[in-house]
């Protein structure tokens, strides 16, 4: 065990570890997050279409399996219309032990910006911060595993996230729903429509309610 009183850094990340998370799950399927699977399980479940406050440890997890997941279903979309477009122009579908495997693994493999345009779907925010009265002015501390770039991008919505976000007391119904064959993750034009959109509607309920109260 690490000497926490010698090593400010491995200090932080036990105190951080304890800290609370919002997810959320976009998907229509219920997601499970599984640890000492063979030992003494503990499992965490992010409901489908639902958020889950969960400790940090878990929310790193999620964030990283979630996107993985989101990745090789993103990956098997690409494989799947490129022998469409191949079969439609009248040419043999890739080859499976060949073309399709150098084309799958170039399209597995993610870059930091899309590492974070996922996690700012899955991830709603810090809800507690253990032990702090205030906000230490220091950059997150993360644990490096083997895909640095899904390092830098979770180091990135760690640090860019508002903290200590309040609980919705009948929080809306997501925007979108991906499904389990599906991807598709919503446009920064798509939500200016949906929100000018919905400012509208209360504009006119306003204008009904003010006629009604007139009579």
Excluded at 93 to 101: A, G, H, K, S, V
Excluded at 151 to 156: G, P
Aim: hydrophobic residues 30%.
């Amino acid at each position: 065990m690490a000497d926490l009183t010698s090593n400010p850094k491995h200090a932080e990340l036990e105190r951080r570890s304890h800290n609370l998370h919002k997810v959320f799950n976009p998907t229509d399927a219920d997601f499970k997050i599984v640890f000492n699977a063979a030992v003494s399980p503990e499992v965490w479940t992010i409901e489908a279409n639902s958020e889950k406050i969960v400790p940090e440890y878990v929310c790193i997890k999620y964030l990283k399996k979630m996107s993985e997941k989101m990745t090789f279903l993103q990956s098997e979309n690409k494989t799947k219309a490129e022998n469409e477009r191949r079969t439609s122009a009248g040419l043999q579908p890739m080859n499976l032990y060949d073309e399709q495997f150098r084309f799958e693994s170039k399209s597995l493999k993610i870059t930091q910006e899309e590492y974070v345009k996922m996690m700012g779907l899955l991830y709603r925010g810090l809800y507690q911060e253990y032990g702090l009265d205030s906000t230490p002015d220091v950059n997150p501390l993360v644990n490096t595993s083997s895909k640095p770039a899904f390092d830098s991008a979770l180091e990135q919505i760690f640090s860019q996230t508002p903290e200590n976000n309040e609980p919705e007391t009948s929080p809306e119904p997501p925007e979108q729903t991906i499904k389990s064959d599906a991807v598709v993750l919503p446009s920064e034009k798509e939500n200016n429509k949906n929100a000018e959109l919905k400012v509208k509607i209360d504009e006119e309920i306003k204008k009904v309610s003010k006629k009604g109260t007139k009579k």
